[in-house]
C-alpha cells in the first residue's frame, strides 16, 4: 500500500499557482500561495479562496437515520431543520471526545457529516459501528465530494455574481442545493475563519472549473487563494478549537468549555451518556482548566505544549499559538487553572525556552467580525 499522500482535485491548480504544498493529515494540501500575512489580511478585509477538498464527507440516510445520529452523536440532530446544520460532536463512551462536526440535513431521511480530515475514517468507523440495529446506511463520501470555501466581507458578492441561489435567504449554518458556475453545488454558509462565507461541496471533476470561477468573479474586488496556514490564523483569532490542539480523546466537551453541545434532553440513549452526565456534574462542582486567550506582551511567538506559569508554578498549557496579524501581537488559547482565568488576570506568563514571557489573559475571541 502506498503512503504517498492523496492528491485533491486541484492539485495542479495549486501547484500551477506555485503552492508551498504540505502533507496533512495523509493529503498532500497549500499551506500558503504568497504571504501568510496576505493571505491572512486578505480574508478579513476582502476574500479568500480555499481547497479544504481533505475533510471527510460521510452519508446518512435511511427511515432511521436521525435516530442513528442522535444515538452515535451528543447533539440533537433529530431536532434539525431540512436545510440547517449543527455543530456536534462524537465520543467515546468514557466522553473522550473522538472529533468535532458539523452534520447537514440535507433531506427528511438524509445527512452529511463532516469531520475533520486526520479523524475521517475514525469518525466512519464508529458510525458504522453505532449503526448495528438501525435502519440506516452510513456511506463514505470523501471521494465523492470537492470542497472549496470562498471567505471573507466580499463573499456573498463574488458568489452571488455565479449563483440563482438566494444567498440573502441562507442564514449561517445552513445549507442548500443550488447551481454556482453552472456546477451543481451544495452552498452552506459556514466556515473557520470568523468571517461571512460559504462552502462549496461539488463533484471532484467539477472543482477546477469553479476555482477558475470563483478566481475570475472575486478578482476585481481582491480575492487571492490561502493556504491552511492562514487559516489556522484565522480560526485562531476566532477563538475556533482544532482538534488535536483544544479537543482530544482525553477531554470530555465539559472540559473544553464546550458543555452546550451535549444534549441530555433528547430521546433516547447516546454514546457516553452517562460518562458526560458525570463530567457535567464534576465541571459543576469542581470546575476544570478553562479555555483562555492569551495575548503577548512581547514578541515572542508561544506554542502548543508550552507551559503557562503564574507565581514560579504551572498552572495551564498553551494548546495553539501564533502570531496575530489582526492585533499585531502573538496570540495563544490555553487550557488554565480557574483561579487564573479571569480576563485580566495579572502576573501569567508562558514559559518559552526558560524564560517566562509575559502575557495577558483575555475572554475568547480575539476577533469578532462586524455584522
Known amino acids: 500500500m502506498s503512503n504517498a499522500p492523496r492528491l485533491t482535485a486541484l492539485d495542479a491548480v495549486h501547484r500551477s499557482l506555485g503552492a508551498t504544498m504540505t502533507d496533512f493529515a495523509g493529503w498532500d494540501m497549500p499551506l500558503r500561495y504568497g504571504s501568510e500575512r ?14 479544504l477538498s481533505h475533510m471527510g464527507e460521510i452519508t446518512v440516510t435511511g427511515p432511521r437515520a436521525a435516530a442513528l445520529l442522535d444515538h452515535a452523536l451528543v447533539g440533537n440532530i433529530g431536532g434539525v431543520a431540512v436545510g440547517r446544520a449543527r455543530y ?3 465520543c467515546r463512551e468514557d466522553g473522550g471526545i473522538l472529533d468535532d462536526l458539523i452534520v447537514y440535513r440535507l433531506g427528511e431521511s438524509e445527512y452529511l457529516v463532516v469531520a475533520n480530515a486526520s479523524n475521517a475514517q ?18 463514505d463520501d470523501r471521494d465523492a465530494y470537492a470542497l472549496l470555501a470562498v471567505q471573507g466581507p466580499e463573499s456573498p458578492g463574488i458568489l452571488a455574481s455565479l449563483t440563482d441561489a438566494d444567498l440573502d435567504g441562507l442564514r449561517y449554518y445552513a445549507g442548500l442545493p443550488g447551481t454556482v458556475a453552472g456546477v451543481p453545488a451544495l452552498i452552506a454558509r459556514t466556515g473557520y475563519t470568523g468571517e461571512d462565507g460559504f462552502e462549496l461541496f461539488v463533484e471532484p471533476r467539477h472543482a477546477e472549473k469553479l476555482w477558475r470561477a ?11 487563494p490561502c493556504g491552511l496556514s492562514c487559516r489556522d490564523t484565522l480560526r485562531l483569532e476566532a477563538g475556533m478549537p482544532l482538534y488535536g490542539h483544544e479537543l482530544t480523546t482525553s477531554l470530555t466537551p465539559f472540559d473544553a468549555g464546550l458543555g452546550r453541545v451535549v444534549k441530555f434532553d433528547k430521546e433516547g440513549d447516546f454514546v457516553g451518556r452517562e460518562a458526560l452526565r458525570d463530567a457535567a456534574g464534576r465541571a459543576e462542582a469542581d470546575p476544570p482548566r478553562k479555555l483562555v486567550g492569551l495575548v503577548a506582551q512581547g514578541r515572542r511567538v508561544p506554542r502548543a505544549g508550552m507551559a503557562v506559569v503564574a507565581g514560579g508554578a504551572v498552572i495551564g498549557e498553551v494548546t495553539s499559538g501564533a502570531p496575530s496579524p489582526t492585533l499585531g501581537r502573538p ?15 495579572e502576573g501569567v506568563g508562558v514559559d518559552i525556552r526558560g524564560t517566562h514571557e509575559p502575557y495577558e489573559v483575555v475572554a475568547l475571541p480575539f476577533y469578532k467580525r462586524r455584522k
Open 38 to 51: 496576505d493571505e491572512h489580511n486578505a480574508v478579513r478585509t476582502k476574500a479568500g479562496l480555499f481547497d
Open 214 to 224: 470563483l478566481t475570475e468573479a472575486g478578482a476585481p474586488v481582491g480575492l487571492i
Open 122 to 139: 475514525t469518525v466512519l468507523d464508529a458510525l458504522t459501528e453505532r449503526a448495528d440495529g438501525f435502519d440506516a446506511e452510513v456511506r
Open 88 to 90: 456536534t460532536m462524537i
Open 331 to 345: 496570540i495563544a488559547m490555553a487550557y488554565v487553572d480557574a483561579a487564573h482565568a479571569a480576563p485580566g488576570t
